[in-house]
């Protein structure tokens, strides 16, 4: 791992295959996870190196920092991926959920100099329910059973994958993990996609509950840019369900 420091803190970060000629994409996890969701995409299989996939503050090995949920973390999430992404020569963003959400405050806060991002299982607005802030707040095990339901996170996933996904957001932590939840519940900038002005491409699981297909074709209809691809067979965590799958949309769109 390596860091890089900014405001005060160090954020951490894998970068893979730095050598390689293809475009650089900078990959941003979700809300309890942390850079290793990415594996399959910065790997040997993944769909363009340089690969890099940071951890957000508090997350993995990154620093944390003593923000309220809401737009003070956002902007200190922001703060983290631009950070990185001038550190690798970032092209290419991709943000999975609340990583889309930060790729988004990057894009129209930062003006992140980058040609293309990848939205994948996120939204313009990303309201959360009800039961699962309570949940997050007074029984941490009960979210993680919640958000581990049916075509949540995973559509059909092995025993393995779901295993190592629950303990993964335990070592996160609930405050963190209720921060994260928490920023992404105030987060709304559908009255700015249209200053999204690089090409996006919008990714979904055929079955994601959580951010469903229908946020992603928002996108599409009001956005200068952006293409839907949809991954049949998977939620909320497409690359780590159908990581071939995910892989093949992000470099089909990178090669257009």
Not at 209 to 224: D, G, I, K, M, S
């Amino acid at each position: 791992m390596k860091t890089v420091t900014h405001h005060g803190r160090k954020t951490a970060y894998r970068l893979s295959r730095p050598d390689a000629d293809d475009p650089t994409a900078l990959y941003v996890h979700g809300s309890g996870a942390t850079h290793h969701v990415w594996a399959a995409q910065y790997g040997p299989d993944g769909p363009t190196h340089p690969a890099a996939a940071l951890d957000l503050s508090g997350h993995g090995e990154s620093a944390d920092v003593g923000t309220d949920p809401g737009p003070e973390t956002l902007r200190a999430y922001g703060a983290d991926v631009a950070a990185v992404a001038e550190a690798v020569g970032a092209d290419v963003l991709v943000g999975n959920s609340l990583g889309g959400a930060v790729v988004q405050h990057v894009l129209l806060e930062e003006r992140a100099d980058v040609s293309a991002a990848v939205l994948a299982g996120s939204g313009a607005k990303l309201a959360v329910q009800e039961e699962l802030r309570t949940w997050l707040a007074e029984d941490f095990e009960r979210a993680i059973d919640a958000l581990h339901g049916d075509n949540m996170l995973f559509h059909d996933a092995d025993e393995r994958t779901e295993r190592r996904s629950r303990e993964t957001m335990r070592d996160v932590g609930r405050a963190v993990t209720e921060r994260d939840f928490l920023t992404c519940h105030t987060f709304d900038v559908r009255d700015r996609v249209g200053e999204l002005d690089v090409p996006l491409l919008a990714l979904v699981g055929e079955h994601d509950r959580l951010t469903p297909p229908a946020y992603h074709e928002y996108y599409v209809e009001n956005a200068p840019d952006a293409t839907l691809a949809v991954v049949a067979d998977a939620a909320h965590l497409a690359m780590v369900e159908r990581p071939a799958a995910f892989a093949d949309a992000v470099a089909s769109f990178l090669s257009d």
